[in-house]
Protein backbone atom coordinates (compact mmCIF):
# COMPACT_ATOMS: atom_id res chain seq x y z
CA UNK A 1 0.00 0.00 0.00
CA UNK A 2 2.96 1.96 0.79
CA UNK A 3 4.25 2.11 -2.50
CA UNK A 4 0.43 2.59 -4.41
CA UNK A 5 0.12 5.63 -2.32
CA UNK A 6 4.05 6.91 -2.77
CA UNK A 7 3.57 6.54 -6.76
CA UNK A 8 3.92 9.21 -9.23
CA UNK A 9 2.83 7.72 -12.46
CA UNK A 10 0.04 5.44 -12.86
CA UNK A 11 -0.52 3.28 -15.93
CA UNK A 12 -4.02 1.63 -16.81
CA UNK A 13 -4.92 0.35 -20.37
CA UNK A 14 -4.48 3.54 -22.38
CA UNK A 15 -4.26 5.62 -19.61
CA UNK A 16 -1.32 6.84 -17.60
CA UNK A 17 -2.66 9.34 -14.61
CA UNK A 18 0.49 11.83 -13.21
CA UNK A 19 -0.49 12.67 -10.08
CA UNK A 20 2.44 15.46 -9.50
CA UNK A 21 1.66 17.06 -12.68
CA UNK A 22 -2.17 16.69 -12.69
CA UNK A 23 -2.16 15.33 -15.68
CA UNK A 24 -4.44 11.94 -17.36
CA UNK A 25 -2.98 11.36 -20.50
CA UNK A 26 -4.62 8.84 -22.87
CA UNK A 27 -2.55 6.99 -25.41
CA UNK A 28 0.24 10.36 -25.32
CA UNK A 29 -2.33 13.08 -25.34
CA UNK A 30 -3.45 14.78 -22.76
CA UNK A 31 -7.12 14.77 -21.55
CA UNK A 32 -8.78 17.27 -19.58
CA UNK A 33 -10.35 16.42 -16.54
CA UNK A 34 -11.35 18.88 -13.52
CA UNK A 35 -9.79 18.72 -10.01
CA UNK A 36 -12.62 16.50 -8.24
CA UNK A 37 -13.06 14.31 -10.90
CA UNK A 38 -8.81 13.83 -11.11
CA UNK A 39 -8.40 13.36 -6.97
CA UNK A 40 -11.29 10.45 -7.33
CA UNK A 41 -9.21 8.70 -9.95
CA UNK A 42 -6.37 9.33 -7.75
CA UNK A 43 -7.93 7.58 -4.92
CA UNK A 44 -9.66 4.56 -7.10
CA UNK A 45 -6.12 4.26 -8.92
CA UNK A 46 -3.99 3.68 -5.91
CA UNK A 47 -6.48 0.80 -4.55
CA UNK A 48 -6.92 -1.13 -7.71
CA UNK A 49 -9.29 -4.14 -6.92
CA UNK A 50 -10.85 -2.94 -3.86
CA UNK A 51 -13.65 -0.63 -2.21
CA UNK A 52 -13.13 2.73 -1.58
CA UNK A 53 -16.08 3.64 0.56
CA UNK A 54 -18.35 6.85 0.04
CA UNK A 55 -17.21 8.42 3.16
CA UNK A 56 -13.51 8.13 2.17
CA UNK A 57 -14.48 10.44 -1.30
CA UNK A 58 -16.51 12.81 1.21
CA UNK A 59 -13.68 13.22 3.38
CA UNK A 60 -10.94 13.72 0.39
CA UNK A 61 -13.16 16.08 -1.93
CA UNK A 62 -15.00 18.47 0.66
CA UNK A 63 -13.49 19.94 3.36
CA UNK A 64 -15.90 19.34 6.85
CA UNK A 65 -17.40 23.12 6.41
CA UNK A 66 -18.55 22.73 2.79
CA UNK A 67 -22.23 21.68 2.43
CA UNK A 68 -23.65 19.89 -0.85
CA UNK A 69 -25.53 17.56 -1.73
CA UNK A 70 -23.28 14.70 -1.08
CA UNK A 71 -24.76 11.79 -2.83
CA UNK A 72 -25.81 14.20 -6.57
CA UNK A 73 -22.43 15.54 -6.10
CA UNK A 74 -20.10 12.00 -5.76
CA UNK A 75 -22.67 10.40 -8.43
CA UNK A 76 -21.83 13.69 -10.85
CA UNK A 77 -18.00 13.65 -10.06
CA UNK A 78 -18.25 10.01 -11.16
CA UNK A 79 -20.29 10.12 -14.30
CA UNK A 80 -17.65 12.93 -15.14
CA UNK A 81 -14.89 10.62 -14.81
CA UNK A 82 -16.78 7.87 -16.78
CA UNK A 83 -17.57 9.95 -19.76
CA UNK A 84 -13.48 10.89 -19.93
CA UNK A 85 -12.50 7.15 -19.69
CA UNK A 86 -15.40 6.25 -21.88
CA UNK A 87 -16.50 3.93 -19.36
CA UNK A 88 -20.65 3.14 -18.39
CA UNK A 89 -22.49 2.65 -15.05
CA UNK A 90 -24.66 -0.40 -16.52
CA UNK A 91 -21.08 -2.66 -18.60
CA UNK A 92 -18.36 -1.00 -16.70
CA UNK A 93 -14.62 -1.32 -17.66
CA UNK A 94 -13.43 0.87 -15.37
CA UNK A 95 -15.61 2.06 -12.33
CA UNK A 96 -17.43 -0.66 -10.66
CA UNK A 97 -20.72 1.02 -8.37
CA UNK A 98 -20.81 -0.94 -5.14
CA UNK A 99 -24.09 0.48 -3.82
CA UNK A 100 -24.51 2.09 -1.15
CA UNK A 101 -20.97 1.44 -0.33
CA UNK A 102 -18.80 3.06 -2.65
CA UNK A 103 -16.55 2.30 -6.46
CA UNK A 104 -13.87 -0.41 -7.06
CA UNK A 105 -11.41 0.32 -9.49
CA UNK A 106 -11.32 -2.90 -12.20
CA UNK A 107 -8.26 -1.93 -14.27
CA UNK A 108 -4.62 -3.49 -13.50
CA UNK A 109 -2.30 -0.76 -12.66
CA UNK A 110 1.15 -0.10 -12.78
CA UNK A 111 2.64 1.77 -10.44
CA UNK A 112 5.42 3.87 -10.84
CA UNK A 113 7.50 6.00 -8.56
CA UNK A 114 9.18 8.98 -8.43
CA UNK A 115 12.33 8.38 -8.54
CA UNK A 116 11.41 5.85 -11.56
CA UNK A 117 8.89 8.34 -12.93
CA UNK A 118 12.02 10.86 -13.16
CA UNK A 119 14.65 7.50 -15.01
CA UNK A 120 11.82 7.38 -17.59
CA UNK A 121 11.17 11.12 -18.43
CA UNK A 122 14.90 11.35 -18.83
CA UNK A 123 14.95 8.36 -20.82
CA UNK A 124 12.02 9.69 -23.10
CA UNK A 125 13.90 12.90 -23.35
CA UNK A 126 16.94 11.52 -24.15
CA UNK A 127 16.19 8.90 -26.86
CA UNK A 128 12.93 10.88 -28.59
CA UNK A 129 15.14 13.92 -29.57
CA UNK A 130 17.69 12.83 -32.18
CA UNK A 131 16.26 13.28 -35.35
CA UNK A 132 12.93 14.86 -34.50
CA UNK A 133 11.58 11.43 -34.98
CA UNK A 134 8.80 12.45 -32.12
CA UNK A 135 7.04 15.59 -32.69
CA UNK A 136 4.00 16.65 -30.19
CA UNK A 137 1.53 19.98 -30.94
CA UNK A 138 -0.28 21.56 -28.12
CA UNK A 139 -2.32 18.96 -26.40
CA UNK A 140 -2.25 16.70 -29.22
CA UNK A 141 -3.24 19.00 -32.52
CA UNK A 142 -1.97 18.11 -35.45
CA UNK A 143 0.94 15.55 -34.19
CA UNK A 144 2.26 12.70 -35.52
CA UNK A 145 4.61 10.29 -34.03
CA UNK A 146 6.30 7.14 -34.20
CA UNK A 147 5.80 4.63 -30.97
CA UNK A 148 7.52 6.56 -28.01
CA UNK A 149 9.18 5.06 -24.65
CA UNK A 150 6.31 5.83 -23.08
CA UNK A 151 3.91 3.73 -25.31
CA UNK A 152 6.48 0.56 -24.79
CA UNK A 153 5.73 -1.96 -21.77
CA UNK A 154 8.74 -3.01 -19.68
CA UNK A 155 10.18 -6.04 -21.08
CA UNK A 156 13.27 -8.20 -19.49
CA UNK A 157 16.17 -6.29 -21.53
CA UNK A 158 17.51 -10.12 -21.94
CA UNK A 159 14.54 -10.88 -24.64
CA UNK A 160 14.82 -7.15 -26.02
CA UNK A 161 18.32 -7.91 -26.62
CA UNK A 162 18.01 -11.27 -28.23
CA UNK A 163 15.08 -10.50 -30.98
CA UNK A 164 17.18 -7.43 -31.81
CA UNK A 165 20.67 -9.75 -32.32
CA UNK A 166 18.73 -12.13 -34.23
CA UNK A 167 17.33 -9.28 -37.08
CA UNK A 168 20.86 -8.13 -37.21
CA UNK A 169 21.91 -11.74 -37.82
CA UNK A 170 19.20 -12.19 -40.78
CA UNK A 171 20.38 -9.06 -42.46
CA UNK A 172 23.84 -10.05 -42.12
CA UNK A 173 23.06 -13.73 -44.00
CA UNK A 174 21.31 -11.72 -46.88
CA UNK A 175 24.50 -9.77 -47.41
CA UNK A 176 26.87 -12.39 -47.22
CA UNK A 177 24.65 -14.71 -49.08
CA UNK A 178 24.03 -12.20 -52.15
CA UNK A 179 27.91 -11.46 -52.02
CA UNK A 180 29.24 -15.22 -52.32
CA UNK A 181 26.43 -16.28 -55.03
CA UNK A 182 26.96 -12.86 -57.25
CA UNK A 183 26.62 -15.05 -60.33
CA UNK A 184 24.06 -16.87 -59.46
CA UNK A 185 22.16 -13.35 -58.39
CA UNK A 186 23.27 -11.72 -61.47
CA UNK A 187 21.75 -14.70 -63.70
CA UNK A 188 18.29 -13.97 -61.83
CA UNK A 189 18.79 -10.07 -62.04
CA UNK A 190 19.19 -10.88 -65.95
CA UNK A 191 16.09 -13.14 -66.60
CA UNK A 192 14.01 -10.84 -64.10
CA UNK A 193 14.71 -7.29 -64.80
CA UNK A 194 16.74 -7.80 -68.04
CA UNK A 195 18.74 -3.96 -66.91
CA UNK A 196 21.82 -6.02 -64.07
CA UNK A 197 24.30 -3.74 -64.17
CA UNK A 198 22.68 -0.88 -61.92
CA UNK A 199 20.91 -3.62 -59.83
CA UNK A 200 24.42 -5.17 -59.35
CA UNK A 201 26.14 -1.94 -58.44
CA UNK A 202 23.48 -1.33 -56.05
CA UNK A 203 23.26 -4.98 -54.38
CA UNK A 204 27.45 -4.90 -54.00
CA UNK A 205 27.57 -1.04 -52.23
CA UNK A 206 24.29 -1.68 -50.04
CA UNK A 207 25.73 -5.06 -48.88
CA UNK A 208 29.10 -3.77 -48.23
CA UNK A 209 27.65 -0.84 -46.10
CA UNK A 210 25.08 -3.08 -44.55
CA UNK A 211 28.01 -6.02 -43.18
CA UNK A 212 29.88 -3.46 -41.08
CA UNK A 213 26.88 -1.32 -40.01
CA UNK A 214 25.08 -5.16 -38.29
CA UNK A 215 28.36 -6.31 -36.86
CA UNK A 216 28.43 -2.70 -35.19
CA UNK A 217 24.85 -3.17 -33.55
CA UNK A 218 25.56 -6.44 -32.35
CA UNK A 219 28.48 -5.59 -30.58
CA UNK A 220 26.53 -2.58 -29.43
CA UNK A 221 23.70 -4.67 -28.06
CA UNK A 222 25.53 -7.71 -27.22
CA UNK A 223 28.15 -5.73 -24.64
CA UNK A 224 25.15 -3.87 -23.46
CA UNK A 225 25.98 -0.52 -24.00
CA UNK A 226 23.70 1.96 -22.45
CA UNK A 227 22.49 5.29 -24.85
CA UNK A 228 22.63 2.82 -28.07
CA UNK A 229 18.61 4.34 -28.52
CA UNK A 230 20.41 8.06 -29.18
CA UNK A 231 23.23 6.50 -31.86
CA UNK A 232 20.56 4.30 -33.37
CA UNK A 233 18.24 7.26 -34.07
CA UNK A 234 20.60 9.14 -35.77
CA UNK A 235 21.37 6.59 -38.11
CA UNK A 236 17.49 5.36 -38.18
CA UNK A 237 17.14 7.42 -41.37
CA UNK A 238 20.07 5.98 -43.92
CA UNK A 239 18.89 2.10 -41.98
CA UNK A 240 15.42 2.61 -43.07
CA UNK A 241 16.40 3.41 -46.59
CA UNK A 242 18.84 0.74 -46.45
CA UNK A 243 16.43 -2.15 -45.06
CA UNK A 244 13.37 -0.76 -47.56
CA UNK A 245 15.61 -1.29 -50.32
CA UNK A 246 16.58 -4.75 -49.44
CA UNK A 247 12.78 -5.54 -48.86
CA UNK A 248 12.39 -5.23 -52.30
CA UNK A 249 14.97 -8.37 -52.78
CA UNK A 250 12.03 -11.04 -52.79
CA UNK A 251 11.10 -9.17 -56.30
CA UNK A 252 14.17 -10.53 -57.75
CA UNK A 253 12.92 -13.90 -57.25
CA UNK A 254 9.68 -13.86 -58.54
CA UNK A 255 9.27 -16.26 -61.02
CA UNK A 256 10.61 -18.44 -58.83
CA UNK A 257 8.06 -17.94 -55.93
CA UNK A 258 5.37 -16.06 -57.29
CA UNK A 259 4.36 -12.34 -56.83
CA UNK A 260 2.20 -12.09 -54.10
CA UNK A 261 4.62 -14.30 -52.02
CA UNK A 262 7.19 -12.27 -53.17
CA UNK A 263 4.82 -9.25 -52.49
CA UNK A 264 4.34 -10.54 -48.52
CA UNK A 265 7.67 -10.93 -47.84
CA UNK A 266 8.41 -7.81 -48.91
CA UNK A 267 5.64 -6.58 -46.83
CA UNK A 268 7.02 -8.54 -43.66
CA UNK A 269 10.56 -6.94 -44.44
CA UNK A 270 9.58 -3.45 -44.78
CA UNK A 271 7.78 -3.63 -41.02
CA UNK A 272 11.17 -4.39 -40.06
CA UNK A 273 13.29 -1.67 -39.63
CA UNK A 274 10.00 0.55 -37.25
CA UNK A 275 10.67 -3.20 -34.92
CA UNK A 276 14.26 -2.47 -34.71
CA UNK A 277 13.21 1.27 -34.04
CA UNK A 278 10.55 -0.03 -30.99
CA UNK A 279 13.24 -3.12 -29.91
CA UNK A 280 16.15 -0.43 -29.20
CA UNK A 281 13.90 1.81 -27.25
CA UNK A 282 12.47 -0.86 -25.87
CA UNK A 283 15.99 -1.98 -24.18
CA UNK A 284 17.20 1.61 -23.48
CA UNK A 285 13.96 1.93 -21.49
CA UNK A 286 14.25 -1.13 -19.23
CA UNK A 287 17.95 -0.68 -19.22
CA UNK A 288 16.97 3.17 -17.61
CA UNK A 289 14.65 1.71 -14.82
CA UNK A 290 16.42 -1.21 -14.26
Do not use: C
Not at 44 to 51: A, D, E, I, S, Y
Not at 143 to 166: I, K, Q
Not at 241 to 246: A, G, I, M, P, T
Request: zero cysteines; charged letters at 20%.
Amino acid sequence: MAAERAARIFRFGVFELDSAAGELRKSGVRVRLQDQPFQMLIMLVQRPGQLVSREEFRKRLWPEDTFVDFDHSLNTIVNKLREVLGDSASNPRFIETLAKRGYRFLLPVEFLPDQIAHAETETARRVESPGGLEQHGARGRGTWSLTGVRDLPLVPSGYVRMLFVLIQIMYLSFYISALARLPAVESIEETGLGRSTAVMVLLIVSASIGIPVRLYLIAYVSFDVRNLSRKYLLLFPGLLLLDELWALAPFLLSKQIGVGFALAITAALAYVPFAQRTLVLMRDRSSALS
